[in-house]
């Protein structure tokens, strides 16, 4: 067997293993599609947040993560907080002694992955001798058994998956950014992972230390099964992306106080460095990784949940999982979509400041910085990888989940990174929208989401009589586009024909109605009801079961979002006709 061969046996039974785990696993259904505005405002709030209480954070391990935190957040590269962490980096390896700090302090081998990982996404030219120190630092620090530990501890000190992982993720990034990593040290690491599963084919904390605490534990399995997909990247030679690194970007020391810079849309990319050949012995490791793994991610799918409380390091293990989502490439674990479940735990999590309570035992900068991380799904990112569903037919409906919330993404043509541009203003792009010609309508249905999202919401506004118009409109792709941009007008008053269109005979209609609504009243997961009322059916469920599901829904829908709309509705739409028959509809 091939080395791709038996990469791509593997991926198959990942997938199979994390996503169809249905018959082991006793189902759960997940939790509604996360909003995205919501989720956009929860990352700006934490950001907000977190560049001012970290400014005065002594220990420069959660400093380092709060930089990659801002970094994935928005925050420019100039900011403060960041270039409180790149400057020490850059004056050490300058000077020959990275890394430099007392263990005690720097959190050892945990912030060196951080570390690396921040300098990769800043910019992976500029900082290239910075990263080429710590890839050095980290492969000197591998212990004989493969794994790696805290730095104080030697070689004959127990090995640790939590800090293996983070030594893994700094080469990882240093890798992305063009710098060789012997195909030895990735063999040796993904040995350790083969020979450190608990008999149950979870993992510990520490596996090979007596003392360890406990057995398996959702974290340490998470953070194995994101470290082997990981390290099998190396294996593969078409695992490896490209990072991006804009040519005409100036570095931070030309950069002007108080001045904004456009960066061009099209960024040519940094290669990443070439995956050496495995060797017999890599092949023979990377084959007998596929049983560890693979109960590894059995094990995962039967016990995840979306908030663990087996340790207080829960906003730890939030990020966790988003890695395994990440270099898994897979949008479920087992019956769960991890995403969906873990963001609606992220988000209730957050207080009004910004801040977040996950009630653990972890710092608050650190639960911000592990929120933004995972709600920002960072590490998807810097594989240039895009978790989500696929498209069905011609329109945009996904797994009937709703038109997708952001549809400007990066494509990536030839090895590099290409933004396709908006065209035309609103109204023309409705027009040629109600036009409802095949490519021409769907161009323009994606193009009016995008022109919505990141356009002017005075233009949205003018536009409204033009939308009321399309909700009427036979094709129920154009009826749901135009519900989806009646939710975003932020007017109340319309709630009534988010209301209407729950009975819409189209089910797609219908779900972006109840979507619309969860936009315009700041609910994210609405009243309680599933997105897609067959979700969690079985395929083979006979149509009359189906069509009872749907209409009790529907029902269950309107009933809910009545009550909210008659607390809420406007004083000018109060006592008319559509409240009389809503009422008397609900019993109200």
């Known amino acids: 067997m091939s080395r791709r061969d038996a990469y791509s046996l593997l991926r198959q039974i990942t997938l199979g293993l994390i996503s169809g785990c249905m018959v082991a696993c006793s189902f759960q259904p997940t939790a509604h599609a996360a909003d995205k505005a919501a989720i956009d405002a929860a990352v700006r709030r934490g950001v907000d947040w977190l560049g001012q209480a970290v400014a005065d954070e002594k220990d420069m391990g959660y400093r380092a993560l709060a930089a990659m935190a801002l970094l994935k957040g928005g925050a420019r590269p100039d900011h403060p907080v960041i270039q409180s962490v790149v400057e020490p980096i850059r004056l050490s390896v300058k000077a020959g002694t990275y ?24 910019d ?22 493969g794994g790696w530990n805290y730095l104080n501890e030697g070689d004959n000190g127990p090995t640790d998956t939590s800090v293996t992982q983070y030594a893994c993720l700094g080469l990882w990034a240093a890798h992305r950014s063009g710098i060789e990593v012997p195909q030895s040290v990735w063999t040796k690491a993904l040995k350790w992972f083969n020979t450190h599963p608990a008999s149950d084919g979870g993992f510990a904390y520490r596996p090979d230390d007596f003392r360890s605490r406990g057995g398996s534990t959702l974290t340490m399995t998470a953070a194995a099964v994101g470290t082997m997909h990981l390290i099998l990247l190396h294996v593969d030679r078409s695992g490896a992306p490209a990072q991006r690194r804009n040519p005409n970007r100036k570095s931070l020391n030309e950069l002007k106080f108080g001045v904004l810079e456009s960066i061009p849309e099209e960024e040519p990319v940094v290669p990443a460095a070439p995956v050496q050949d495995a060797g017999p012995d ?10 560890v793994l693979g109960r590894a991610q059995a094990w995962l799918a039967q016990k995840f949940v979306p908030e663990q409380t087996e340790n207080g390091f829960r906003s730890y293990y939030i990020y966790t999982i988003e890695r395994v989502g990440a270099f898994a490439n897979t949008p479920t674990i087992g019956p769960h979509d991890w995403y969906d479940e873990c963001a609606a735990i992220v988000l209730e999590r957050q207080r009004p400041d910004g801040s977040f309570d ?33 498209r069905l037919g011609g329109g945009l409906l996904a797994g009937g989940r709703g038109l997708p919330e952001d549809l400007r993404e990066v ?29 021409e309508m769907a161009a323009a249905q994606e193009e009016v989401i995008e022109k919505i999202q990141f356009g002017s919401r005075d233009e949205l506004v003018g536009q409204k009589e033009k939308l009321l118009k399309l909700v009427e409109h036979k094709n129920p792709d154009i009826r749901r586009t ?35 609504l969860c936009w315009l009243s700041r609910r994210p997961t609405g009243f309680g009801l599933p997105e897609n009322p067959l979700d969690g059916l079985a395929p083979d469920t006979p149509e009359a079961e189906k069509r009872a599901e749907i209409e009790e829904w529907r029902e269950k829908a309107v009933s809910r979002w009545g009550k909210w709309y008659l607390e809420v509705r406007p004083f000018a739409d109060r006592g008319d006709a559509f409240e009389a028959e809503l009422r008397a509809r609900i019993g109200e």
């Open 99 to 122: 890394p430099g700090r007392n263990e005690r302090v720097s959190k050892g081998m945990y912030l060196v992955g951080i570390e690396a990982m921040l300098l990769a996404d800043l």
């Open 124 to 145: 992976p030219v500029e900082y290239r001798d910075e990263l080429q120190a710590i890839t050095d630092f980290i492969i000197e620090e591998q212990r004989s058994s």
């Open 282 to 291: 890599g092949r023979a490791t990377a084959l007998a990784a596929q049983k």
């Open 358 to 390: 996950f009630k653990g035992s972890e710092r608050s900068t650190a639960e911000a910085s592990f929120a933004i991380l995972f709600l920002t799904q960072s590490t998807a990112k810097s594989l240039g990888r895009r978790i989500e569903r696929t």
């Open 411 to 439: 494509d990536i043509e030839n090895g590099n990174v290409k933004v396709r541009e908006i065209r035309g203003p609103l109204d023309e792009l409705l027009t040629e929208l109600s036009s409802g010609k095949g490519l």
């Open 482 to 516: 135009a519900l989806w941009a009646l939710g975003r007008t932020d007017d109340l008053s319309l709630a009534r024909l988010l209301i209407s269109a729950l009975d819409d005979p189209d089910l797609s209609v219908a779900i972006e109605a109840r979507n619309g």
